[in-house]
C-alpha cells in the first residue's frame, strides 16, 4: 500500500537549515505531485509547497516562500524540503503527502506520519 | 489568500447526524475536500472534490455544496468518528488553504 515516511526532523537554531526528506513506497511516485504540509500542535495544518510529478511546476506558500524550497528524486522516490533562515514560528510537525491519482493535484490522498521540527535557541 | 470559515465544535450523540460546514468566498469556484484528523495520528482524506468518497471511507461520510458553503455529513455516527475535521480547498494561482477545524464529539 502507499507508505509516505519522513525524516530530517529535530531540533534546530534559530537562523538555522535542515532539510527533510520523504521515501515513498506503494504507488509510482514519478506519476504524481507531491505536498509538504506542516501543524502546529493545537493548531490546523499549513500547505507549505507543491510540485508536479515531473518537478517542473512548483507552488510555494508565501509564509514560507524565499526560504524552503521543495524538491524531488524520482529515481530514488523520495521528496525533499530544503528550509534556511529557521524561525521559531517554523516549530510544527511536517508532513509530506501525495496528490490524489488521476483526479487532483488539489488535495492531498496519503499523509506520512510527520516528522517534528523545533526551533530553538 | 482565502479564508475557510468552520464552527469549532460540533456535538451529536452515537447515532445521530453529525453535518459540519465550510463556507467561504473561493468555494464557489472551487472544490472542497474534509480530512478526519484523530489525536497524535496525520489527517485521513475522507471527501472529495465536494461529494466522492476516496476507497476505505465509509457510506456514512458524504458531502455537498450550496453557493459558497459545503457540509460534511456522516449520518449515524459512531465513537471512532470523533476527532477534527478540516476543510479544504486550493485557488486558481496554485496555493491551497484549511479551514480552521472543527471538532466531533460524540
Known amino acids: 500500500q502507499v507508505q509516505l515516511v519522513e525524516s530530517g526532523g529535530g531540533v534546530v537554531q534559530p537562523g538555522g537549515s535542515l532539510t527533510l526528506s520523504c521515501a515513498a513506497s506503494g504507488f509510482i511516485f514519478s506519476s504524481l505531485g507531491m505536498h509538504w504540509i506542516r501543524q502546529t500542535p493545537g493548531k490546523g495544518p499549513e500547505w507549505l509547497a507543491f510540485?508536479?510529478?515531473?518537478?517542473?511546476?512548483?507552488y510555494t506558500a508565501d509564509s514560507v516562500k524565499g526560504r524552503f524550497t521543495i524538491s524531488r528524486d524520482n529515481s530514488k522516490d523520495t521528496l525533499f524540503l530544503q528550509m534556511h533562515s529557521l524561525r521559531t514560528e517554523d516549530t510544527a510537525v511536517y508532513y509530506c503527502?501525495?496528490?490524489?491519482?488521476?483526479?487532483?493535484?488539489?488535495?492531498?490522498?496519503?499523509w506520512g506520519q510527520g516528522t517534528m521540527v523545533t526551533v530553538s535557541s | 489568500s482565502y479564508d475557510l470559515a468552520q464552527p469549532p465544535s460540533v456535538s451529536v450523540s452515537p447515532g445521530q447526524t453529525a453535518r459540519i460546514t465550510c463556507s467561504g468566498d473561493?468555494?464557489?469556484?472551487?472544490?472542497a475536500y474534509w480530512y478526519r484528523q484523530k489525536p497524535g495520528q496525520a489527517p485521513v482524506l475522507v471527501i472529495y472534490k465536494f461529494t466522492q468518497r476516496p476507497s476505505g471511507i465509509p457510506e456514512r461520510f458524504s458531502g455537498s455544496r450550496s453557493g459558497t458553503t459545503v457540509t460534511l455529513t456522516i449520518s449515524g455516527v459512531q465513537a471512532e468518528d470523533e476527532g477534527d475535521y478540516y476543510c479544504?480547498?486550493?485557488?486558481?494561482?496554485?496555493?491551497?488553504?484549511f479551514g480552521g477545524g472543527s471538532k466531533l464529539t460524540v
Open positions: 473561493a468555494l464557489a469556484k472551487q472544490y
Open positions: 510540485i508536479r510529478y515531473d518537478g517542473d511546476f512548483i
Open positions: 503527502a501525495n496528490s490524489i491519482e488521476g483526479v487532483t493535484d488539489d488535495a492531498f490522498d496519503t
Open positions: 479544504q480547498s486550493a485557488d486558481s494561482a496554485g496555493t491551497y488553504v
